[in-house]
């Protein structure tokens, strides 16, 4: 306990945080007043695993039972804590060992490289997962990214509502869009396919690595009748040799691995029309370069890493494109994460039933790890608009607002079914 002990000492300056070791001692760390935040280690190797690596080694001892927080509080209040005395020491809780930093960033460059084979393996790794399973925590529509929040009373439904509105509008679709053709990079469960040919009967071709998303999608498509114009297939961006009129890649760039964003933006502009619009949505670093920490990449998101705009913003250069629009969403999706976990956690027990309470305690941590991110950390996200020809947009971005508008006007206010029911 005495490596942990002296890194906590310097890193909790305020709490307070009281852990309650394997061996029954007790111990206090920060100035603060006030009822402490209270774990408790169930396990002797507890400490140890943790001081090694904090952030591989919290993650782990979370998921296997190790390390408890006691009631009233639970793993968000503590991720949140550690995250304010980072944010205050304008410092990282990373591991106290410049050796075990090292190791990390030498195993996150060898996991980048991300050929058809391992993108697919990947990708089934995150999103094999039953879809009962993403029914519990996401909105009505499955919309796995950031919702758009517009004002505080706006619930995830209505948010990921106004998030693919948002989108159509920043991709300029006429009203009537018949005959032209739609791109979906990372599709998901096929929603905002959906939503754009609802709207502007353009054809969509959605496509993914995750096989049930693509079933999953094929069969929305079939039941809303529209399977004529909207396909779903399981397929590697990069195996595309179609035109299409307009591209969205929505939350998919985070999974192509840093060593390949030029090929990423390379083949899209290969495949847009002369005179179309490509609107990437992507988590970013609101600073520089960086790399993927041990424990997300071990159980979360294997091969993936999140891009700072110099990154991006260079691979779109060297490939040709004219950068349009960007946009930075702040805490958007910390709100969306939050919810998430809300909803994790209501239906704990089924997924405990489902799977087991190591992967709900490991579920759980991935999202207050993320919200802390884009809350206390440097995460947010980026919307970039890509052209061929600075003609295709207007000289202003009011009719990003209008067409919004237009959107949300036709669409009935989307209800959770999950939601418990008030007796």
Excluded at 127 to 152: I, K, N, V
Excluded at 222 to 241: I, K, M, N, P, S
Aim: charged share 25%; aromatic share 10%; net charge neutral.
């Amino acid at each position: 306990m005495w490596l942990l002990d002296r890194f906590l000492r310097r890193a909790i300056r305020t709490g307070p945080l009281q852990i309650t070791g394997a061996d029954g001692k007790v111990h206090l760390y920060g100035s603060g007043k006030g009822d402490p935040l209270r774990l408790r280690f169930t396990d002797k190797r507890t400490a140890g695993h943790i001081a090694r690596n904090p952030s591989l080694g919290a993650g782990e001892a979370y998921m296997r039972g190790w390390m408890v927080v006691e009631p009233p509080h639970d793993i968000r209040d503590l991720v949140l804590m550690i995250g304010a005395e980072a944010k205050a020491a304008k410092t990282h809780m990373d591991a106290p060992g410049r050796l075990s930093r090292m190791i990390d960033r030498a195993a996150w460059y060898f996991d980048q490289f991300n050929d058809r084979r391992r993108s697919s393996r990947n990708v089934r790794h995150h999103y094999d997962l039953t879809r009962q399973f993403y029914e519990m925590f996401l909105d009505e529509d499955r919309q796995y990214t950031m919702a758009y929040f517009s004002g505080p009373q706006v619930g995830l439904e209505q948010a990921q509502l106004e998030k693919k509105a948002l989108i159509a509008a920043k991709l300029r679709l006429p009203p009537d869009a018949r005959g032209m053709r739609v791109l979906d990079i990372g599709c998901g469960w096929g929603g905002l396919g959906l939503f754009l040919n609802r709207h502007y009967g353009c054809e969509v071709l959605g496509i993914s690595l995750a096989p049930d998303q693509v079933a999953f999608a094929q069969e929305r498509a079939q039941a809303a009748g529209v399977a004529d114009r909207v396909q779903f297939r399981l397929v590697d961006y990069r195996d595309l040799t179609e035109t299409f009129d307009r591209i969205t890649s929505v939350g998919m760039i985070e999974h192509v691995g840093a060593r390949h964003f030029d090929e990423y933006f390379g083949h899209t502009f290969d495949r847009l029309a002369d005179d179309g619009i490509m609107l990437t949505h992507t988590i970013g670093r609101a600073g520089g370069p960086g790399f993927t920490d041990a424990w997300t990449r071990k159980y979360i998101f294997p091969g993936g890493y999140i891009p700072a705009m110099s990154e991006l913003v260079g691979a779109i250069e060297r490939t040709g494109w004219k950068t349009g629009d960007i946009e930075v969403l702040r805490y958007h999706y910390a709100e969306t994460l939050a919810e998430w976990y809300r909803r994790t956690t209501l239906h704990a027990d089924r997924i405990i039933a489902m799977y087991d309470e190591e992967l709900l305690r490991m579920w759980q941590f991935y999202l207050v790890g993320a919200e802390q991110a884009f809350r206390q950390g440097n995460m947010v996200n980026f919307h970039i608009q890509n052209v061929k020809q600075q003609s295709a947009l207007p000289m202003t971005r009011d009719y990003i607002a209008a067409e919004m508008q237009r959107l949300l006007s036709k669409e009935a206010p989307p209800v959770w079914h999950l939601a418990p029911k008030v007796a």
